[in-house]
């Protein structure tokens, strides 16, 4: 079974910089496809970035050029590297774990973005 324990949200600027990390454990992580997605106060979750197993990313269009997610396979973890944040990024932010079809959710980190 897979479990996800994320970390790094907190408290910045307009303008600043946060590292968001999610530490995967079970499974066989080279095949295990991550995503990380967000929930802005009374919005429903949104798909921010996702990462295959090849490393091959994607993300949306609203981040684009500021946040990049990448995958460490020694260490287990992902990462969502996020620049230039602005206050709509305020939202609590969730790694997703896709296992062969098998949806698993981390339990969330907040981030607040002050303008």
């Known amino acids: 079974q897979v479990q996800l324990v994320e970390s790094g949200g907190g408290l910045v600027q307009s303008g600043g910089s946060l590292r968001l990390s999610c530490a995967v454990s079970?499974?066989?992580?080279?095949?295990?496809?991550m995503a990380w997605y967000r929930q802005p106060p009374g919005n429903q979750r949104e798909w921010v970035a996702g990462i295959g197993a090849t490393g091959i990313s994607g993300n949306a269009d609203s981040v684009k050029g500021r946040i990049t997610m990448s995958r460490d396979s020694a260490k287990k973890m992902v990462f969502l590297e996020m620049n230039n944040l602005l206050p709509e990024d305020t939202a609590v932010y969730y790694c997703?774990?896709?296992?062969?079809?098998?949806?698993?959710w981390g339990q969330g980190t907040q981030v607040t973005v002050s303008s």
């Open positions: 079970g499974g066989d992580f080279v095949r295990i496809k």
């Open positions: 997703q774990a896709n296992d062969r079809g098998q949806i698993v």
